[in-house]
């Protein structure tokens, strides 16, 4: 049958990935697939394009003024700055006291989020309605306290709360009034002339590209973590050392608290390797006395070992990443890797500096006939992972993923993205959040999971207010059809608005 360049250059990469996967993780080869093009996603992305600032799955960075990790805003320059341009100037740098080791200063902010989210076969379909709608309303308060140069404490307060009916679990949509962050920096001065922080309490982490630790800025309920870090800087260069439980959340009134099952300690080192080089490595020990595998319950002790090189140069801009995992799950040993890759070229000189881009991942998958678990865990990932719909984690799967971005305006962007799937292993099944694997998915042989196609236009208007509009499809392919899933339409429209 005869291929156009896309479909050959589609099937080359499966090919390179089903050769990888059997020799690494031990899975066999993937089915031949052909993607479709989904006309009504484009259409919508036609009629929106005109407007907004998209990051596809990609983790969407704050501007040079809010961050995503509001304790990372600094606002210390206001102390000598006579005028305030901004209308929430005030309440950011607000004087206390000026002694010997310091000034005292108190900072306020905030973050409301309205995200109508809307889905035809919500999880597959598979023990799911055949639709739902509803509104997710996010409110964060926060206030950062510095007491002198060497203490510093941050409280964050959230109300997050959900109008309208899923249809199906979740535990990252309402919690009324929490500490969703609380701690204490301690700073020393240091003779090496770095800037060492001691740091107890609880907070939102986010490493690299949050492809193992992230903050889960897509649901309603962001991710947070109890216990202690240590963080220092010399340079370009960085080192932080962990140990963290998660935090449940509740839909009471300060009632949440760590997962006592969960923790993870590590180490995640950062340094310049070049002038357009930088270089990440870890290692993470992730222990859960509740994991769940092979249909088993037991206690899973995970050791990652993994590395990341990122930069950008001359129009070009790259992100690779490989990770291993060794452990125990009730007597079992684990062997398990990930490979994450992402390469673009953006045409600078070129009306609406269009980028190309080509993403791929592959995440290992279990061998049931084997006595060492493979299937990857990537522990705290981001959601959305591999594009828009958030249906997948990194576990049992391999895709490639072709995007294309336009930025009309300098605060406008759209990205439309085109993802194939397929499965690392045929004997281990596709896992949703929180590693729960569909009901069935891993009782039949084929390997194509689908296709996802994807538009994702955002504008931000000003400094405080971002817009956006996604829509997405997820075409099923017979891996999903076989565990009765079905084609997952998506639509969300979102404004965020910080201060």
Same mark, same amino acid.
């Given at each position: !049958?005869?291929? &156009?360049?896309?479909?050959?250059?589609?099937?080359?990469?499966?090919?390179?990935?089903?050769?990888?996967?059997k020799k690494i993780f031990g899975g066999p080869s993937m089915a031949t697939a052909r993607a479709r093009v989904l006309a009504g996603v484009m259409a919508a992305a036609a009629i929106l394009g005109w407007q907004g600032l998209a990051f596809s799955a990609s983790p969407e960075p704050g501007d040079p003024t809010y961050h995503s990790l509001r304790y990372n805003d600094d606002f210390s320059h206001l102390a000598n700055q006579p005028a305030s341009p &901004?209308?929430?100037?005030?309440?950011? #740098? *607000? @004087?206390?006291? =000026?002694?010997?080791?310091?000034?005292?200063?108190?900072?306020?902010?905030?973050?409301?989020?309205? %995200?109508?989210?809307?889905y035809l076969n919500p999880n597959f379909g598979i023990k799911a309605p055949k639709s739902n709608a509803y509104l997710e309303h996010r409110l964060l308060l926060n206030a950062d306290l510095h007491l002198t140069d060497y203490?510093?404490?941050?409280?964050?307060?959230?109300?997050?709360?959900?109008?309208? &009916?899923?249809? /199906?679990?979740?535990?990252?949509?309402?919690?009324?009034?929490?500490?969703?962050?609380?701690?204490?920096?301690?700073?020393?001065?240091? @003779?090496?002339?770095? $800037? @060492? /922080?001691?740091?107890?309490?609880?907070?939102?982490?986010?490493?690299?590209?949050?492809?193992?630790?992230?903050?889960?800025?897509?649901?309603?309920?962001?991710?947070?973590?109890?216990?202690?870090r240590f963080s220092d800087h010399w340079g370009d260069a960085s080192i932080d050392l962990l140990a963290v439980r998660p935090v449940n959340p509740n839909p009471g009134v300060l009632d949440d608290h760590a997962n006592a099952a969960q923790e993870l300690l590590g180490a995640y080192l950062t340094v310049p390797v070049g002038p357009v080089l930088k270089a990440d490595f870890y290692e993470l020990n992730y222990d859960n006395t509740a994991a769940k595998f092979r249909g088993l319950t037991g206690t899973e002790q995970r050791h990652t070992f993994g590395f990341r090189l990122f930069g950008e140069s001359d129009g070009f801009d790259w =992100?690779?990443?490989?990770?291993?995992?060794?452990?125990?799950?009730?007597?079992?040993?684990?062997?398990?890797? !990930? *490979?994450? $890759? *992402?390469?673009?070229?953006?045409?600078?000189?070129?009306?609406?500096?269009?980028?190309?881009?080509?993403?791929? =991942?592959?995440?290992?998958?279990?061998n049931s006939h084997s006595s060492t678990i493979g299937t990857f865990n990537a522990m705290f990932p981001r959601l959305p992972y591999f594009a828009e719909t958030s249906l997948l984690?990194?576990?049992?799967?391999?895709?490639?993923? @072709?995007?294309?971005?336009?930025?009309?305006?300098?605060?406008?962007?759209?990205?439309?993205?085109?993802?194939?799937l397929? %499965?690392?292993?045929?004997?281990?099944?596709?896992?949703?959040?929180? !590693?729960?694997? #569909?009901?069935?998915?891993?009782?039949?042989?084929?390997?194509?999971?689908?296709?996802?196609?994807?538009? &994702?236009?955002?504008?931000? /208007?000003?400094?405080?207010?971002?817009?956006?509009?996604?829509?997405?499809?997820?075409?099923?392919?017979?891996?999903?059809?076989?565990?009765?899933?079905?084609?997952?339409?998506?639509?969300?429209?979102?404004?965020t608005y910080r201060f």
């Open positions: !049958m005869k291929r &156009d360049h896309a479909s050959d250059l589609t099937c080359r990469s499966r090919d390179v990935f089903a050769a990888a996967n &901004d209308f929430w100037d005030p309440l950011k #740098y *607000i @004087p206390i006291g =000026n002694g010997q080791y310091g000034p005292t200063w108190l900072s306020l902010g905030g973050e409301l989020r309205e %995200r109508f989210e809307s203490v510093r404490v941050f409280l964050q307060l959230g109300e997050m709360e959900r109008v309208g &009916d899923r249809g /199906v679990t979740s535990t990252t949509d309402i919690d009324h009034f929490d500490v969703t962050q609380a701690f204490i920096d301690l700073r020393p001065p240091s @003779p090496l002339g770095d $800037a @060492p /922080v001691f740091r107890v309490g609880r907070e939102e982490l986010l490493f690299g590209f949050q492809r193992l630790i992230a903050v889960r800025e897509g649901p309603n309920i962001r991710r947070d973590f109890d216990g202690f =992100n690779t990443e490989a990770a291993w995992q060794i452990g125990k799950f009730r007597g079992h040993d684990i062997s398990a890797g !990930m *490979i994450g $890759a *992402i390469a673009g070229y953006t045409f600078r000189d070129v009306m609406w500096r269009p980028r190309l881009g080509l993403e791929s =991942n592959a995440a290992s998958g279990d984690v990194p576990a049992n799967v391999v895709d490639v993923r @072709p995007v294309l971005s336009f930025v009309p305006r300098e605060d406008v962007t759209a990205t439309f993205g085109w993802d194939t397929w %499965r690392a292993s045929d004997t281990d099944g596709l896992y949703g959040s929180g !590693m729960v694997q #569909y009901t069935n998915t891993n009782k039949n042989g084929s390997m194509r999971v689908g296709t996802e196609l994807s538009a &994702d236009v955002r504008w931000r /208007v000003n400094r405080h207010l971002l817009v956006g509009a996604i829509a997405a499809e997820f075409l099923a392919g017979p891996a999903v059809q076989e565990a009765l899933g079905k084609t997952v339409t998506f639509f969300v429209l979102f404004g």
